[in-house]
């Protein structure tokens, strides 16, 4: 090895030892005798596709004797800074599967402070090396100003698992036992594929998330304060799901085998071909779920007539086959346009079977049983195709893109209900009740978005877009009585036929800009909506036009040793779901009822939140206070009604409430304590104050208040173990909340994994234990007028999966690849 290549092989790995803090020094202020250095900047393209090359390294050498003089790495923009004393000099610039490139540089003392050395492109090499090189591998946890980014890979509690349960693993987000997403305590979130509304998220995006395999997943990024340029919807933040996709040349791929008890097996294939034109990928996985689940409750009525005590339990087995697939090409036109096309297609088949007992016991502590079988059956099919156009003009920044998308997702339900009861004193069960459920959803959806960006002076930008979407969504529910189950005749009064026509257009303006160490962003975003419901049945029809301005703004500005200081508004919208507008009924459960509103109305939200980032040499801490006002907002009411027997029935239906005050802060870091032990947490304390009143026609019938306080957090520990394996330990705490009409009970779990490298590190096997205790159970009381209850449930017990993965001619994942540059553009921050 010569002179020039020992300097540089001691460079890049001292880079990549010490990461941000090559960095850092570099963006230091310099004094003393350093001031009179001269900083050389410039930008690392990829030859054929004219993309930044982050992480690539920069050594500069002496001209005279090709001594190391400094060195540094390009960012995810392709740029770099480095200073230097007059002289001559030359700098190598070389990246894996690049062919080396060196640039004279003559540094005279009259020059200018600064020396732009502009775009300079790096050619693929002709043949990819198979000697070791260093790399970096991405952290758990990446955090931003305006985002938090997690590689769901590194979290090897999430293998085998779906897309639901990677997140109901992320700090801050919690899934319900209905599968409802909420961040930071509010379940009002805009859940986003690659960037974009999905077919992957189809009807129901709790229903969806779980039948989509967790290892199709790249990463999450959550965005709680999004600016302009995103949509309005989702008054608590955005997350996006990123989907695998590569770009590296020739032919690259990952394959996945997972099996698990109980039964969750599965498998994906995630592959590309790369020439210098065309880039062809493909995303293919699927898989066999079995998962038991049960719950139970005691129920407790105290009228002043009666005092009974009402005991449930539920036992569930949902077995499920899902499958997925997305395809597509990147065509390069030229150097600086791009035209990408895909087509996804999502199908599942899912069997419940659900046993659920109620035993009434008397104030004589008499005994009523009711016995109900509910056995189910659920078809989905999505489909979604895309096109996306960018074109890069000649100045940095310059771009155009245009987009299109359009989806077509399909639903069919059936269920066929039994209630059997025994009252007093008698021997056996009798047949009372026999129903069946026929429901088919469709829905399609139609988007058409452009953006464009425009720099402007020096480091001036203003941003233009639009968005118009349209949906149509159909809902045919019937519903059949049969008085001995065998000729069964239509319900008129539980069946409806629901419609729901959407039609969004949003245009956005932003204007950024730098003032010495401050950086901002102004924006506003227009959208106008026309949203119509029509029982096609009844007739009755129901439409909602209403226009908003929702401005943003963010403030930022940089501290020394790379610390920033963010501050931040938004104004949001929470359109109400379909599901929630829907007025059907749910016959699985006869004692509790579930209904739609179809007069909700949209709630707003004013959102404020100030961040402090402080990166270090091996860890990175984030500060972040925030402060939501939203009126209007919308909540499940539980009423109890009489019926002519003993029971009572609870019917839950969403009601347009008054205020809600949210208070929080939250904590997020990763610090490397060691080569074997890294550790990633996050810490949530918030405080809410809920007050609003439900009406009955023109009266009030309910004045509701609420105020809790809560916390939650999350620690993993990163272990290595030489070259033996890696372990990971996962602990997930949430603390009890109060709501409006009762109390969210406390949950804790514990996650396990086990990952190690074989076949020349060319494949991980892996081994997860997934609520290690048991535990995770979600425990809650109910508090009426004459009416307590306490209940718990679980959706899923505790799962063991094992995973191997085979990577064809791939590394594990650097920190820096150069994948997703065009895809999910729109989610780029501020």
Do not use: C
């Amino acid at each position: 090895m010569n002179q020039k290549s020992f300097h540089s092989f001691l460079l890049v790995l001292s880079i990549f030892l010490t990461g941000n803090q090559v960095i850092a020094q570099n963006r230091l202020p310099m004094s003393g005798k350093e001031a009179r250095q001269i900083e050389i900047k410039g930008q690392i393209l990829d030859g054929e596709t004219e993309l930044p090359v982050e992480f690539a390294t920069i050594s500069l050498f002496n001209t005279s004797d090709s001594t190391l003089v400094g060195g540094a790495l390009s960012d995810d923009k392709g740029n770099f800074k480095l200073a230097a004393l007059p002289g001559a000099y030359y700098a190598q610039i070389q990246f894996l599967t690049y062919m080396n490139k060196d640039v004279a540089i003559d540094l005279v003392v009259l020059a200018l402070m600064k020396t732009d050395l502009g775009q300079i492109i790096l050619e693929p090499a002709t043949k990819e090396l198979d000697e070791v090189v260093v790399q970096t591998q991405r952290t758990q946890m990446e955090l931003q100003l305006d985002k938090k980014v997690y590689n769901v890979g590194k979290d090897l509690s999430n293998l085998g698992g779906s897309a639901s349960d990677i997140l109901s693993n992320l700090p801050s987000v919690a899934v319900d036992v209905d599968g409802t997403i909420s961040l930071r305590g509010s379940s009002s979130v805009r859940v986003l594929i690659d960037g974009k509304p999905s077919g992957l998220v189809g009807l129901s995006s709790s229903d969806a998330l779980r039948q989509l395999q967790g290892n199709l997943v790249e990463r999450v990024e959550i965005i709680t304060n999004p600016s302009a340029r995103y949509d309005a919807e989702g008054q608590a933040g955005i997350i996006n799901i990123i989907l695998k996709k590569e770009k590296a040349k020739g032919i690259n791929g990952s394959f996945t085998l997972n099996t698990g008890y109980p039964n969750n097996h599965g498998g994906s294939v995630s592959v590309n071909l790369r020439r210098k034109w065309v880039n062809l990928f493909a995303n293919v996985g699927g898989g066999y779920r079995m998962s038991p689940g049960m719950g139970s409750s005691r129920q407790y009525f105290t009228y002043p007539d009666t005092t009974y005590t009402t005991i449930s339990n539920r036992d569930m087995e949902r077995a499920s086959i899902n499958y997925s697939a997305r395809m597509g090409a990147d065509f390069y036109l030229g150097k600086n346009a791009t035209l990408t096309t895909y087509y996804l297609t999502r199908l599942s088949n899912e069997n419940n079977f659900t046993t659920l007992s109620y035993k009434d016991y008397g104030q004589d502590n008499s005994l009523r049983e009711t016995l109900r079988t509910d056995d189910g059956s659920e078809d989905e099919a999505n489909t979604e195709f895309g096109l996306n156009f960018e074109e890069n003009f000649k100045r940095k920044g310059h771009k155009l893109t245009i987009d299109f998308q359009y989806q077509e997702n399909n639903e069919d339900q059936n269920s066929l209900v039994f209630q059997d009861f025994k009252d007093l004193n008698a021997l056996s069960f009798v047949p009372v009740d026999f129903m069946s459920s026929e429901n088919t959803e469709s829905e399609k959806r139609t988007m058409f978005q452009t953006d464009y960006v425009h720099p402007f002076a020096e480091k001036g930008q203003f941003e233009l877009g639009s968005r118009i979407t349209f949906r149509d969504i159909s809902n045919d529910y019937l519903i059949k009585d049969s008085e001995d189950g065998t000729v069964y005749s239509k319900n008129v009064n539980l069946s409806n036929n629901f419609q729901y026509i959407e039609g969004i257009s949003a245009f956005y303006g932003i204007f950024s800009s730098e003032y010495e160490k401050l950086t901002y962003q102004l924006g506003t975003r227009y959208e106008i909506s026309d949203v119509t419901t029509e029982l096609l049945d009844t007739q009755e029809r129901s439409r909602q036009q209403y226009s908003n301005f929702f401005p943003s703004a963010f403030f930022t500005y940089s501290l020394a040793n790379e610390h920033k200081l963010q501050a931040s508004y938004s104004r949001r919208i929470g359109r109400p779901r379909f599901r929630n507008l829907n007025p059907f009924v749910s016959i699985s459960d006869a004692r509790n009822y579930r209904v739609g509103n179809p007069n909700l109305l949209p709630s707003y939200t004013d959102s404020y939140e100030l961040g402090y980032l402080q990166n270090f040499e091996k860890s990175s801490l984030y500060y972040g206070a925030y402060y939501r006002h939203s009126t209007g907002i919308d909540q499940n009411v539980t009423t109890l009604v009489d019926t002519l027997g003993l029971e009572r029935v609870k019917i839950s239906r969403p009601e347009n409430l008054g205020f809600r005050n949210s208070l929080g802060i939250e904590m997020n870091g990763s610090l490397e304590i060691s080569k074997w032990w890294s550790l990633n947490g996050n810490a949530n304390f918030y405080h809410s104050n809920t007050e609003g009143v439900v009406y009955d026609g023109n009266e009030i019938s309910q004045v509701l208040k609420a105020e809790a306080y809560s916390f939650s957090t999350r620690l993993s520990n990163n272990l290595k173990f030489g070259d033996l394996f890696d372990a990971q330990v996962n602990l997930m705490y949430r603390a009890p909340e109060n709501s409006t009409q009762g109390r969210r009970l406390s949950m804790t779990s514990l996650d396990l994994g086990f990952s190690k490298d074989v076949i020349k590190k060319n494949a991980t096997v892996s081994l997860s234990v997934r609520d290690l205790f048991n535990s995770r159970k979600y425990r809650g009381t109910t508090d009426l007028e004459y009416y307590h209850d306490e209940s718990e449930f679980q959706w899923a017990s505790r799962q063991v999966n094992v995973s191997f993965t085979y990577r064809l001619n791939q590394k594990k994942k650097r920190g820096g690849n150069r994948e997703n540059q065009n895809y999910g553009e729109e989610m780029e921050g501020f």
